[in-house]
């Protein structure tokens, strides 16, 4: 019976590229799928093509792909990554020319545009396309200033266009978490695309292996203790056949854990209701999921219903959101806690001294509630060792945020004894606000288009 087996080679920026070098020393592995782009990091690439117009995409990915592409080409592994972000066009040809100046020749990488809509806004809105932000209920046409990006949510069938160029490596722009997986099983197994029971599996699958070591036993809140080797952690491979069976595992010899309780965990990740999960490309009832441990890190997944793709797809939006700073000092014992308490006084005087203004402000005394905030008790003075006092804060105005900024150096040597941590505590930065809306699909129809590079 024909298969396909992807594998998650990164589950966001930033991420760790020896699981997907391992995947491949190991073999076996059909798909290689990036996801890079969380909601954040959209806004963290506008920055960077705000800086320079050729950037864009995520900074690690020409050097990944470089690392990559040897052994991928080797085995015959295709390579998906959404980490083209917010200029596709530009990652496809920074990877070519990487790759021709290392001498790896014969590189062919397509990559897919069309999901950055930002000179369509006013066109839209004139249509009378609803584009409120439908989390807050901020109406469109209120807007004081202008977005900075904005992007709608493409599925698998842009990837499964681009496949059909053979590529070695897939380059997007705000493709699904899930878009990256479901393309390839689609595309080797031929599902009609309104089979929407195995297309509704096939994103399940993609849903747990989308958060790379997450779906393999690290950050488990199970028995913990007992997985093992996670320093050599291996990320989750999927086997999907063409009947819709699928076996979930990692490559041998690996660390981390397979198993369903892991498993369980990374499925209710992000998932508000389980009979109607909503992606691109189909809506999803995970509500009568099973998972059956079928053998050492493998599992079986089955249950799984889909319906048809919803008519609406999610536009992202980034607006300007004034700007933030932060800064940290740690204080020894004796008496830690109280000179933490004390400096926060001092704080919030010198910032009415200075009339620095802000919005919101957070004081944390990290080591003793940061994490647990009020809901936390604090340990008797005796007990506490060290506590390091964070304090963050967002302003409209820039100069508010210098001003911040520069309270914290004097702390070290016109407060108390035992002092220190400030290396590396300082920082001002601008903000971005997500705006989020639906749009009709219809919208996007032949705006996605996809091209080639090669060497």
Request: with cysteine.
């Amino acid at each position: 019976m024909r298969s396909v087996n992807v594998a998650c080679g990164q589950g966001f920026y930033g991420d760790s590229l020896r699981p997907s070098l391992r995947a491949l020393e190991i073999g076996g592995i059909d798909y290689l799928c990036f996801d890079a782009l969380a909601e954040l990091t959209l806004a963290i690439l506008s920055k960077d093509r705000s800086r320079n117009p050729e950037m864009g995409y995520t900074k690690d990915l020409p050097d990944m792909m470089l690392q990559l592409l040897p052994m991928a080409k080797k085995n015959g592994t295709k390579i998906i990554t959404n980490g083209g972000g917010l200029n596709p066009s530009a990652a496809a040809k920074a990877i070519v020319e990487l790759a021709k100046k290392n001498g790896i020749n014969g590189v062919k990488v397509a990559y897919v545009e069309g999901d950055d809509v930002l000179g369509a806004l006013d066109d839209w809105q004139k249509q009378g396309v609803n584009l409120d932000d439908y989390d807050s209920g901020d109406k469109f046409s209120e807007l004081t200033e202008s977005p900075i990006f904005a992007n709608i949510y493409l599925g698998a069938d842009t990837i499964c266009d681009a496949l059909k160029f053979n590529p070695d490596i897939v380059v997007t722009g705000r493709t699904t978490d899930t878009a990256a997986y479901l393309a390839p099983i689609m595309a080797e197994l031929n599902f009609a695309h309104d089979d929407w029971d195995k297309i509704a599996t096939a994103i399940v699958v993609g849903h747990l292996l989308e958060c790379g070591g997450q779906g393999a036993g690290g950050n488990f809140s199970g028995d913990w203790w007992n997985v093992e080797n996670l320093h050599d952690i291996g990320y989750p491979t999927a086997r999907f056949f063409e009947d819709g069976r699928v076996i979930i595992s990692k490559p041998k010899g690996t660390g981390g854990r397979i198993s369903r309780d892991v498993l369980k965990e990374q499925l209710l990740y992000e998932i508000h209701d389980p009979t109607c999960y909503i992606v691109p490309d189909v809506i999803v009832d995970m509500s009568q999921v099973d998972l059956i441990d079928i053998g050492e890190d493998e599992v079986e997944l089955f249950g799984i219903k889909g319906r048809p793709a919803p008519e609406s797809l999610k536009l992202i939006m980034g607006l300007p959101g004034g700007w933030m700073a932060s800064g940290q000092v740690s204080f020894s014992w004796p008496y830690a806690m109280e000179k933490a308490e004390k400096t926060v006084d001092i704080i919030k005087n010198r910032m009415a001294t200075e009339n620095i203004q802000c919005d919101d402000i957070i004081f944390e005394y990290v080591g003793v509630n940061s994490i647990g905030g009020p809901t936390a008790p604090i340990p008797p003075e005796e007990m506490v060792n060290e506590v390091m006092l964070k304090v963050s804060m967002s302003c409209k105005e820039q100069k508010d945020a210098v001003e911040f900024r520069k309270l914290f150096p004097p702390l070290y040597i016109n407060t108390f004894p035992f002092v220190g941590g400030l290396r590396g505590a300082l920082h001002v930065g601008s903000l971005l606000n997500q705006w989020s809306c639906l749009v009709p699909r219809t919208l996007m129809a032949g705006k996605v288009n996809t091209n080639v590079v090669e060497f």
